[in-house]
């Protein structure tokens, strides 16, 4: 597995999670995405993080979630704080080479999604 991808779970309205994503030494592509998808709609970003710590957020979760990277393990995070019965979803981690893109197709490599549940 070349992106592994843990840490969802079933927690309330206003809770925090933490997400991360194990990235394999093969995955040389250095800007790393979170990515959701929820019930019947599309795959949408979440936020980016470039191999210069450069961040980008959708608007929906902007002061909610943090990325963050460590490159020396190879992980990228995601922490999420005053979770919302909107952002129940299942998350994904990807890599692809250049700036943070949003759009799901530019992305290269894709871990398998982690299942996040806010009750209200």
């Known amino acids: 597995v070349q992106l592994q991808a843990c840490g969802g779970g079933l927690v309330q309205d206003g809770d925090s999670l933490r997400l991360s994503c194990a990235f394999g030494?093969?995955?040389?592509?250095?800007?790393r995405g979170w990515f959701r998808q929820a019930p019947g709609k599309e795959r949408e970003f979440v936020a980016g993080?470039?191999?210069?710590?450069?961040?980008e957020y959708t608007d929906s979760v902007k002061g909610r979630f943090t990325i963050s990277r460590d490159n020396a393990k190879n992980t990228v995070l995601l922490q999420m704080s005053s979770l919302k019965p909107e952002d129940t979803a299942v998350y994904y981690c990807?890599?692809?080479?250049?700036?943070?893109?949003?759009?799901?197709?530019?992305?290269?490599?894709w871990g398998q999604g982690t299942y996040v549940t806010v009750s209200s």
């Open positions: 030494r093969t995955i040389i592509a250095n800007t």
């Open positions: 993080i470039s191999r210069s710590g450069n961040t």
């Open positions: 990807a890599a692809r080479f250049g700036v943070v893109a949003r759009n799901p197709d530019e992305y290269d490599y």
